[in-house]
Nanobody, 127 residues
Framework: QVQLVESGGGLVQAGGSLRLSCAAS????????MGWFRQGPGKEREFVTG????????AFADSVKGRFTISRDNAKNTVYLQMNTLKPEDTAKYYC????????????????????WGQGTQVTVSS
């Protein structure tokens, strides 16, 4: 079992940056690929980015490519989401999730592939 706790959300002006963190409990963090998803008001939860267990492979939604980066520190059981050049349409609750995966397998973008979820952190981008 893995428990995930997100932090780092807040209110930021358009063009600004935020860094989200997701801390995982337990000693098995490195056995999971990790993903970030978001859900805006009245919208379905959507994939933002993911990172393989090794950290060597990543995947990004087209809407965030070139603006967001993902990284992980397996020694600290933490995955990070660096968000730059934020736009009002990035406003959403952001969730991290853990996916059972091979060492270098690219994380998938489907919510049903992820076993564990955090409670989310709100990101609001003002125009």
């Amino acid at each position: 079992q893995v428990q995930l706790v997100e932090s780092g959300g807040g209110l930021v002006q358009a063009g600004g940056s935020l860094r989200l963190s997701c801390a995982a409990s337990g000693r098995t963090f490195s056995t999971y690929a990790m993903g970030w998803f978001r859900q805006g008001p009245g919208k379905e939860r959507e994939f933002v980015t993911g990172i393989s267990r090794s950290g060597l492979n990543t995947a990004f939604a087209d809407s965030v490519k070139g603006r967001f980066t993902i990284s992980r520190d397996n020694a600290k059981n933490t995955v990070y989401l660096q968000m730059n050049t934020l736009k009002p349409e990035d406003t959403a609750k952001y969730y991290c999730a853990a996916q059972i995966s091979g060492l270098n397998s690219r994380p998938t973008s489907y919510t049903h592939d992820y076993t564990y979820w955090g409670q989310g952190t709100q990101v609001t981008v003002s125009s």
